[in-house]
Nanobody
């Protein structure tokens, strides 16, 4: 299973970005797809998770600003980010829990700066 993430870039504070991540390969029974991020000098942290059945989890720091969504037919997950802050600057990684294990994408850099 391979994951290809895209959509990162440089944005001003208060701006918006939409990240996309498409999974390919032999995929059975997806349980969840999600986004994590890792800022310089910090550990990787959960941003948002979309679990089967429509359930979602968000980090407290992004609630009300970020929205995760899935297109199951295309094995794709999105992260809509609005009202971005400098603290959101990080490399964003998508992952998928399927086939009994977790797979990770390569990461996409989001920089929030004026």
């Amino acid at each position: 299973v391979q994951l290809q993430a895209s959509g990162g870039g440089l944005v001003q504070p208060g701006g918006s970005l939409r990240l996309s991540c498409a999974a390919s390969g032999t995929i059975f029974s997806i349980n969840a797809m999600g986004w994590y991020r890792q800022a310089p000098g910090k550990e990787r942290e959960l941003v948002a998770l979309a679990i089967n059945g429509g359930n979602t989890n968000y980090a407290d720091s992004v609630k009300g600003r970020f929205t995760i969504s899935r297109v199951n037919a295309k094995n794709t997950v999105f992260l809509q980010m609005v009202s971005l802050k400098p603290d959101d600057t990080a490399v964003y990684f998508c992952n998928i829990f399927c086939n009994g294990r977790v797979y990770w994408g390569q990461g996409t850099l989001v920089t929030v700066s004026s």
